[in-house]
């Protein structure tokens, strides 16, 4: 399974942006999808996950209310879209595919998302 996160970039306080983890290769392995993210000199933080066959999604409380998760079956991709962005969330952002157990196995190369104040 091979994941290619994307649409990173730089962002003014309050703006949004969306980023894409396309995934190829079998696809059928990701049971679930999660967003990641590592900040300058900070350990990386779970923002939360998606499975494959439902809606629902979890999410951490530091991004509870401005993050949103989403799939796109058919496209095998999965989305998070960012809103009302803080110069906090600045980071490398990853997607990360696991099985049915706990365990991220697969890892996108990340993104970087800039926000400015």
């Known amino acids: 399974v091979q994941l290619q996160a994307s649409g990173g970039g730089l962002v003014q306080a309050g703006g949004s942006l969306r980023l894409s983890c396309a995934a190829s290769?079998?696809?059928?392995?990701?049971?679930?999808t999660g967003w990641f993210r590592q900040a300058p000199g900070k350990e990386r933080e779970l923002l939360g996950s998606i499975t494959r066959n439902t809606d629902s999604a979890y999410y951490t409380d530091s991004v509870k209310g401005r993050f949103t998760i989403s799939r796109d079956n058919a496209k095998s991709t999965v989305y998070l879209q960012m809103n009302s962005l803080k110069p906090e969330d600045t980071a490398v952002y990853y997607c990360?595919?696991?099985?049915?157990?706990?365990?991220?196995?697969?890892w996108g190369q990340g993104t970087l998302v800039t926000v400015s104040s």
């Open positions: 990360a595919g696991r099985g049915s157990g706990n365990i991220y196995r697969y």
């Open positions: 290769g079998r696809t059928l392995s990701v049971y679930a």
